[in-house]
């Protein structure tokens, strides 16, 4: 199974940016779809965004205009670049990598905290 390690997150102000990484193992050669997805205290884990191998996107709408993902294919990475960050961002960010007929890998998370 692909092993994802997530990287950037960190405390910052609210109108700041962070950019979240997102580290694959191992080149990933099918068809996927890797997307970054959070989970706030007392919440359930929600989409944040997803990309596929082609490079289509998806947003939650909370995120919208703000966000950007992206992917780099050569480097088995995914990005989420974090902008004009709200104190309702906090949570913990977790990347996932979907392939069809194998089981879903999960990152272990990256803490973002924004303060007001």
Same mark, same amino acid.
């Given at each position: ?11 910052? @102000? ?10 694959? /193992?191992?080149? %990933?050669?099918?068809?996927? =779809? ?9 919440? @359930?884990?929600?989409? $944040?965004?997803? %990309? #596929? ?6 947003? &939650?709408?909370? =995120? ?5 993902? /992206? #992917? ?5 990475? =995914?990005?989420? @670049? ?9 949570? %913990? ?5 979907? $392939? &069809?007929?194998?089981?879903? /890998?999960?990152? #272990?998370?990256?803490?973002?905290? $924004?303060? /007001?």
């Amino acid at each position: 199974q692909v092993q994802l390690v997530e990287s950037g997150g960190g405390l910052v @102000q609210a109108g700041g940016s962070l950019r979240l990484s997102c580290a694959a /193992s191992r080149s %990933i050669f099918t068809v996927n =779809v890797m997307g970054w997805y959070r989970q706030a205290p007392g919440k @359930q884990r929600e989409l $944040v965004a997803d %990309i #596929r191998t082609g490079g289509s996107t998806n947003y &939650a709408n909370s =995120v919208k205009g703000r966000f950007t993902i /992206s #992917r780099d294919n050569a480097k088995n990475t =995914v990005y989420l @670049q974090m902008n004009s960050l709200k104190p309702e961002d906090t949570a %913990i960010y977790y990347c996932k990598l979907t $392939v &069809a007929g194998f089981p879903d /890998s999960w990152g #272990r998370g990256t803490q973002v905290t $924004v303060s /007001s």
